[in-house]
């Protein structure tokens, strides 16, 4: 279907394509971006996006990979899985079934502006491999990127009036969700997604919730102290602090806790000042101000530094002996800034990760059989081993949270999936009937000896045979009847 057709295609149209061809035009995006890297590029610069290699590292390039998995593996995770014989139940012979996956039909992407392309570009490339119309609606201040985001999507080929651009505005979400949507999918802090879900619930209209996060970093007493620094630092500053999974809560095993220090002293020497974003700031000022009320100091800082309470730009911070219930270990934010956490026994980092509210990621630093059996233990969506953040650019790989980091989850075969419901098709071949056929005296017993037969205990199922072939002959000489007794057989009234 060439451009100028495909442009001008309703939904209905888009829908009848075949997952194979509508999978291949939603991956040729990844062409367009390639060929537009630069301006790409220069619409993501911000106060907090300086760096035109993070913007490449961290939105271009995994955007492409997950676009090239959807042409790629798309067709085969959406196509019908049809059920075999195997395992069917004897009491459904003849019975075919398979199970389609079709478009849920209108789906809302309410975009974060910490990461522009990345995140709505895979949100909107699976709701549109899936079959359905996506209305896209950009955070205040990435109006310019979206829209090109969405000009090339259509220059691949997506229809323009299945991909729709929405003012950056609140109220052209609220407006959209109060006409009605089949789905709605949010990247942004956990305020807003109960204000999301409560409208949503007016609906019933279904919700992928992506929320942040306030992540933890378990550093045990074999980790390789020098790598872990060396991540911490690269999680703390990357995008300037503004990451869901960045390093929030370092718990730190006690008797290894000086060396962490001492490795991250020298990590974060000479860093850089660091922007906060506007939205972000207020709430960080004053997590910062009654952490420092509550005594804890900055082992970064040379000397007491109380510049990070009165203006945006500051360096980064890492506060010493936090405890778990203060308010700046409990509270997604986004800005460099970091808690030193000490446990002593594994059991008590694991208990402050799966009791914390948020529990998006977390980090697990030290030998890989200890990392393995703590990670096995944590109750959250994504767990890395002596490494953080990275991973998770993985195109293959779902992402999502739990609590109020949120539900559900985007990328991934699972993240396209989700795009779609199922629906049975259940089709009853040949000419055995049995429940339609009239009920006879015999029916009961018959299939409670069948359900002991085929259920039940091995020492039970030579009586339930006898009983069973009885009750076929019963049933066999027996008239038919219009009814099943009412009572057990057993019963002293029958």
Not at 131 to 147: H, M, W
């Amino acid at each position: 279907m060439n451009r100028e057709k495909q442009s001008s295609g309703t939904l209905e149209q888009w829908q009848s394509l075949a997952n194979r061809q509508r999978c291949h035009i939603v991956a040729a995006a990844r062409h367009e971006i390639a060929a537009n890297c630069n301006e790409l590029v220069e619409l993501c610069r911000s106060a907090q996006r300086t760096d035109p290699v993070e913007t490449l590292s961290s939105e271009l390039i995994p955007l492409c990979a997950a676009l090239q998995f959807i042409g790629h593996r798309g067709p085969k995770i959406l196509r019908s899985q049809h059920i075999g014989l195997m395992g069917r139940p004897i009491w459904l012979w003849g019975v075919r079934s398979k199970i389609e996956r079709v478009p849920r039909g209108q789906v809302l992407i309410l975009a974060a502006w910490n990461y522009p392309l990345l995140l709505p570009g895979i949100q909107a490339a699976q709701g549109l491999a899936a079959g359905n119309r996506v209305f896209l609606k950009p955070a205040p201040g990435c109006e310019a990127v979206t829209e090109l985001l969405v000009n090339m999507f259509r220059r691949a080929g997506v229809p323009d009036s299945v991909l729709q651009l929405l003012s950056s505005a609140t109220e052209s979400a609220i407006e959209l969700i109060d006409k009605g949507v089949d789905l709605v999918v949010l990247t942004g802090s956990s305020s807003t997604g109960r204000a999301v879900l409560r409208q949503c619930a007016e609906k019933l209209t279904p919700a992928i919730l992506e929320l942040s996060g306030c992540d933890a970093v378990i550093v045990g007493k074999d980790a390789n102290i020098e790598r872990t620094a060396k991540a911490i630092r690269f999680g703390l500053m990357f995008n300037a602090g503004a990451t869901c999974i960045g390093p929030r809560r370092i718990l730190v095993a006690d008797s290894i806790k000086s060396q962490l220090q001492a490795q991250l002293k020298h990590e974060f020497t000479n860093s850089p000042m660091v922007v906060v974003h506007e939205a972000a700031f207020a709430a960080v000022r004053e997590l910062v101000a009654d952490t420092m009320r509550r005594g804890a100091g900055n082992i970064l800082a040379l000397a007491p530094n109380p510049a990070p309470i009165d203006r945006a730009s500051f360096a980064p911070i890492i506060f010493d002996d936090v405890q778990p219930d203060w308010p700046i270990a409990n509270s997604d934010f986004f800005a460099p800034i970091a808690s030193l956490i000490t446990f002593d026994a594994d059991q008590e980092a694991i208990d402050i990760v799966n009791q914390g509210c948020y529990r998006l990621a977390a980090s697990v630093f030290g030998a890989e059989a200890w990392a393995n059996s703590v990670a096995s233990q944590l109750n959250v969506g994504t767990i890395t081993i002596n490494d953080l953040i990275f991973p998770t650019a993985d195109p293959r790989l779902p992402f999502g949270g739990r609590g109020e980091s949120g539900f559900g989850v985007t990328r991934g075969a699972q993240g396209l999936i989700d795009m779609t419901m199922p629906r049975v098709v259940a089709n009853h071949r040949g000419a055995l009937f049995l429940h339609l056929a009239p009920k006879k005296p015999g029916d009961f017993d018959t299939l409670a000896n069948s359900l002991t037969l085929t259920h039940g205990r091995f020492s039970e199922k030579w009586t339930a045979l006898r009983r069973f072939c009885r009750g076929v002959k019963f049933n066999a000489d027996s008239p038919p009847t219009t009814l099943l007794p009412t009572t057990h057989p057993t019963d002293k009234n029958q």
